[in-house]
Nanobody
């Protein structure tokens, strides 16, 4: 499956963005999907993952209560609603197939698309 992330941009602290992850080449409902981010000079981290059937999700402590992951399998799309954004949320965000989010958010493969850049700054 090929995934394309979009929706990034420049936003002021406290603002909101919604990222979209569109699938092609396969149907999205075969996979748990995660949103991962990488800031300059830092390792990539999993911020939110959602199971195939939307019954299970996981959020990192850094985004819990502010970000919401959701999926619309009919539209072959996964979303990440980001509210109350902080400067430390600045990063390139990627979506990718993930492991089942029992207690974490880890990628299924080490393969990444272009990502979408989120910059939080006044």
């Amino acid at each position: 499956v090929q995934l394309q992330a979009s929706g990034g941009g420049l936003v002021q602290p406290g603002g909101s963005l919604r990222l979209s992850c569109a699938a092609s080449g396969s149907t999205l409902d075969y996979f748990a999907i995660g949103w991962f981010r990488q800031a300059p000079g830092k390792e990539r981290e999993g911020v939110a993952c959602i199971s195939r059937n939307d019954h299970m999700s996981y959020y990192s402590d850094s985004v819990k209560g502010r970000f919401t992951i959701s999926r619309d399998n009919a539209m072959n799309t996964v979303y990440l609603q980001m509210n109350n954004l902080k400067p430390e949320d600045t990063a390139k965000y990627y979506c990718a197939p993930s492991k089942v989010p029992y207690g974490g958010c880890e990628p299924l493969y080490d393969s990444w698309g272009q990502g979408t850049l989120v910059t939080v700054s006044s």
